[in-house]
């Protein structure tokens, strides 16, 4: 590999920009409090710090915030390798539960593998960080469509 | 079937008190603005008024929000058979994102389809409510575990 | 409903030709032993006689025996109401395995939820069939691709 | 890591000869053609070479044969890592076709995620050879359950 060119500095902070202006429309994450983490072509990341408003009768995140930050992270990693002038949509996801989600804040890891024409197929790593220690929480397949974006 | 009789009226609605008595204690069903709807053995709806803070990029229901109520749903539902001084954690669900989900709000319809010692299996149907109309817009097979109650 | 007509009767023999022939061609399921059961506009059965060619460890039918029927079942589901000159791939699926798959055969039946233009969501149950007994095993989520015939 | 000593080599042979065993009790396995391949903890290989048995109606494998030794990869993994005296069952899995199935032969690895005492999550990579090269075709997620070994 080359090392970083200006372009490809450029060209990251461009990725990192579209990715962003999608994460701030979603209302959803917003409304979570989850924040944008790292952006690559083909990986995302999305943080969830900890609230009582994110909890399930135990007191733990509810599988339904884990899962909202995977279903996000996997999309705009969809989204980073989707062709231009498309938006992305959720067709399905599966999530295994692994361990109790507790904990200062998750972190949902979104990587591509493998970006078709018209379906992305994501594979989303959730942790929770307590600590000092990364604890993995869940784990998620989904699959994305690429759909021409109207706006 | 034979009609309604008291002593049933007297356990539905001690049912349905102990399953409000964990969905009060979700910290994200109150935080999106969840509420408890039909409380059945085996059955348990769960409706989300549309809200800004609850929308993916386009303006529809994230797939995060669907998947939220539905999981809760789900495991209210499968609360409803477990053994006494049992508890429910969600192992894992999927679900099949089948329509744009819009309109003033998504209803959440978990029914059991098998109850285990020790595993359940139920599936979820979820409904947009539109200017009277009712479609269909998502679907999930989801596997709850029940755990001992330290409450 | 209006009752059956003599064009009703043809199409329904046009449909069941049409899924036979894909049947026919599948190797996989002419080696476990299946074979086409009822076939409907957005509906498709498949059976399985029990041999021990199709067992796990214990001497149940193997979940991917199961599986393969289920997968069939329902791509053939789409494919009744696929586009004209397109056929059908699997994109992905989820099964959930309720009880000991065991008895005198396996029925898989594939129903169509949703047919899109690109994508078909179909639901399939498998029931096993032992001493007159008809037991729920298995219940699968299956996405469906129409892709160009190019036969 | 210390090196392999004469007891770890013993180790492996008994675990490998603990899951051939289970292994050559699947008619299932044996009836596709599939043989073992890499045994270690927490990871098991299955190969299925090419056969016509194997196809659905284009000539690629079926996606039901390729979820078979998915399914029983990480049948296989989960069991490396169960309890002594505990035998284990399929509770459900999801598999993601990445690419058409065709080549010599499959691969698949299951690897455990995460092994609790009674569940154990499994990810199993599907591998198509053809000419040399290995091109993934298949991705699942597993939950496997241990169950008491009456035999």
Redesign the interface.
């Given at each position: 590999m080359t090392p970083f060119s200006t372009s490809d500095t450029r060209d990251a902070a461009t990725l990192r920009s579209r990715v962003q202006a999608?994460?701030d429309?979603?209302?959803?994450?917003?409304?979570?409090g989850a924040h944008l983490g790292d952006v690559a072509p083909g990986r995302v990341h999305v943080n969830l710090p900890f609230?009582?408003?994110?909890?399930?009768?135990?007191g733990l995140f509810?599988?339904?915030?884990t899962?909202?930050?995977a279903?996000?992270a996997g999309?705009f990693a969809a989204y980073t390798q989707a062709p231009e002038n498309c938006?992305v949509?959720?067709?399905?996801?599966?999530?295994?539960?692994?361990?109790p989600a507790q904990g200062e804040s998750l972190e949902a890891i979104g990587q591509v593998?493998?970006a078709g024409r018209?379906?992305t197929?994501v594979?989303v790593d959730v942790f929770a960080l307590k600590a000092g220690e990364k604890t993995?929480v869940a784990?998620m397949?989904q699959?994305i469509?690429n759909v021409p974006d109207r706006?």
């Open positions: 999608l994460f429309r979603s209302g959803l994450m917003l409304h979570l609230s009582p408003a994110l909890t399930q009768h135990l509810h599988a339904g915030a899962a909202s930050i279903d996000a999309g938006t949509l959720s067709v399905e996801f599966k999530i295994n539960l692994l361990a593998i493998r018209t379906l197929i594979q993995p784990l397949q699959t469509m706006a």
